[in-house]
């Protein structure tokens, strides 16, 4: 290589290290950039399980098509939050709001898929406008510090239930809430092998511990396949043992591409208060998923500042907001940040680079969806059970000599994981609060924020338990 190759080079690196801030984030581009690899293998689940759940409400759409609009707006909101906000968090059609969408809004109210989109589209246009008029950071800033110390904990223990629910090592049980899975099948045994290679290389000090842990697993699965050792348990219709496919690329395909607009026809008027609790919903939903990844990702990214405020935080949820909408117009459900984006912290990431990597490994993906679906739920099973070992460490800066914060933390903590939901998890943690801090005489500390979060949620829980379910509307 030429001198003035070089130099060129070296510009470039410099210019890449001052405009993301990766020296004054004491990290390095390498960091940022196994960090991003890392969190793309991570989430990539959601290429497969996103389309597959989709699928039962998009009615004379593709899988191809709902593949495409899946990697399309993972691209759009990672690159954007990754060059924005400067923030270390990956984003992709999330988890829960899909299906909230697919058999909530299209198959339970009775909307089309490009109606619902519509749905999507909406309240992504209202967390734009409650971002840029500071309201949701002022949401963010009104947690308490311990609260936000247990959100980060809670999503923790959520995402580390999740993963092994996932891989069939724990399931629901019979007389118990959750009971340890049926360790004899093949493909239970291969996600444990995942943990503990993830694991045993984590004891060591490997950064690689994570990556190494899923492609191992990975191989291991195609040779079981190839040897015919079959899996019983099937999840969203993914199996847990991998199969490979001959047919490793092909054509994205974009007919849901701005479909919400080309294939939306009127609803009913009948309908028109059904489509008002849909958005709000969605809008509840993501709003206080978003702050809760935010929170966690930024404690883990050490990007909290002195007084408890994440970091470039505005700008993510900026980010994010417009993510929703840049998803809606591709085709899919609500793109949010995904906390994920914590495996490639704990690779030493820290800057906004690392979302960029992560968009760019999505545009590959997109044209290799036959291969990435071979990665299934047993080959990141490993990565989510120790970002669930990292995350919960922040328990041990909580406040638990108060009672009401102690208990407010538990519930948090708990029911976040057991329930399978971020936003429900700091509901009932802000209401254990609110009533806590109202039975010992201290409600002047409560803020007006909490005291207005209490009634959305209110609000949000009677609507989403009693007037829907029941048929009011």
């Known amino acids: 290589m030429r001198i003035e190759d070089l130099i060129v080079m070296s510009n470039l690196t410099d210019k890449i290290d001052k405009f993301f801030r990766i020296t004054e984030r004491?990290?390095?581009?390498?960091?940022?950039?196994?960090?991003?690899?890392?969190?793309?293998?991570?989430?990539?689940?959601?290429?497969?399980?996103?389309?597959?759940?989709?699928?039962s409400a998009a009615a004379g759409y593709s899988w191809e098509a709902l593949f495409t609009?899946?990697?399309?707006?993972?691209?759009?909101?990672?690159?954007?939050?990754?060059?924005?906000?400067?923030?270390?968090?990956?984003?992709?059609?999330?988890?829960?709001?899909?299906?909230?969408?697919?058999?909530?809004?299209?198959?339970?109210?009775?909307?089309?898929?490009?109606?619902?989109?519509?749905?999507?589209?909406?309240?992504?246009?209202?967390?734009?406008?409650?971002?840029?008029?500071?309201?949701?950071?002022?949401?963010?800033?009104?947690?308490?510090?311990?609260?936000?110390?247990?959100?980060?904990?809670?999503?923790?223990?959520?995402?580390?239930?999740v993963g092994l629910y996932n891989g069939g090592i724990i399931t629901h049980g019979n007389g118990s809430a959750l009971t340890l899975g049926n360790i004899a099948d093949p493909g239970v045994l291969l996600s444990i092998f995942c943990v503990l290679v993830t694991v045993a290389l984590w004891f060591k000090g490997w950064w690689g511990a994570v990556i190494v842990g899923m492609v191992l697993t990975w191989a291991l699965g195609l040779i079981m396949g190839a040897m015919d050792v079959t899996s019983v348990l099937v999840?969203?219709?993914?199996?847990?043992?991998p199969q490979w496919t001959s047919d490793v690329m092909s054509s994205p395909d974009f007919s849901l591409v701005f479909a919400l607009f080309t294939d939306f026809e009127m609803f009913e008027s009948s309908m028109f208060v059904s489509f008002i609790a849909a958005i709000v919903s969605l809008f509840v939903v993501d709003m206080f998923d978003t702050a809760g990844t935010l929170i966690g990702v930024g404690t883990e990214a050490g990007m909290i500042d002195k007084d408890g405020h994440v970091i470039d935080g505005e700008k993510a949820l900026a980010c994010d907001a417009v993510g929703t909408i840049a998803g809606a117009?591709?085709?899919?459900?609500?793109?949010?940040?995904?906390?994920?984006s914590t495996t490639g912290?704990?690779?030493?990431?820290?800057?906004?680079?690392?979302?960029?990597?992560?968009?760019?490994?999505?545009?590959?993906?997109?044209?290799?969806?036959?291969?990435?679906?071979?990665?299934t739920s047993a080959c990141t099973v490993g990565a989510l059970v120790l970002v669930g070992i990292l995350m919960i460490k922040s328990v041990k800066k909580i406040e638990w000599d108060d009672p009401v914060i102690a208990g407010m933390a538990f519930v948090t903590i708990f029911l976040m994981g057991l329930c399978g939901s971020i936003t429900d998890g700091i509901a009932f943690g802000i209401f254990f609060y609110v009533l806590g801090m109202a039975i010992t005489g201290r409600v002047k500390e409560i803020t007006p924020m909490i005291w207005g979060l209490t009634v959305v949620f209110l609000v949000y829980f009677f609507v989403n338990g009693i007037v829907i379910p029941n048929g009011w509307i």
Do not use: H
């Open 235 to 241: 999840l969203d219709g993914i199996y847990l043992i």
């Open 345 to 375: 912290i704990a690779a030493g990431a820290r800057t906004g680079l690392m979302s960029v990597v992560v968009g760019l490994m999505f545009v590959v993906a997109l044209f290799f969806s036959p291969f990435f679906g071979t990665f």
């Open 69 to 161: 609009a899946t990697a399309l707006a993972a691209i759009i909101a990672s690159i954007l939050m990754g060059v924005y906000s400067r923030f270390p968090v990956a984003l992709a059609p999330g988890m829960g709001v899909n299906a909230f969408l697919a058999y909530t809004i299209c198959l339970g109210m009775g909307f089309s898929f490009p109606q619902g989109l519509m749905v999507v589209f909406i309240s992504g246009i209202l967390f734009l406008i409650l971002t840029v008029t500071g309201l949701r950071v002022k949401i963010l800033d009104s947690i308490p510090g311990s609260m936000k110390l247990a959100i980060s904990a809670g999503i923790g223990f959520f995402i580390a239930v």
């Open 329 to 340: 117009l591709v085709g899919t459900s609500t793109t949010t940040s995904f906390i994920e």
């Open 26 to 55: 004491n990290s390095t581009i390498q960091q940022e950039i196994r960090g991003g690899i890392i969190t793309f293998l991570a989430m990539a689940y959601i290429l497969i399980v996103n389309p597959n759940i989709l699928s």
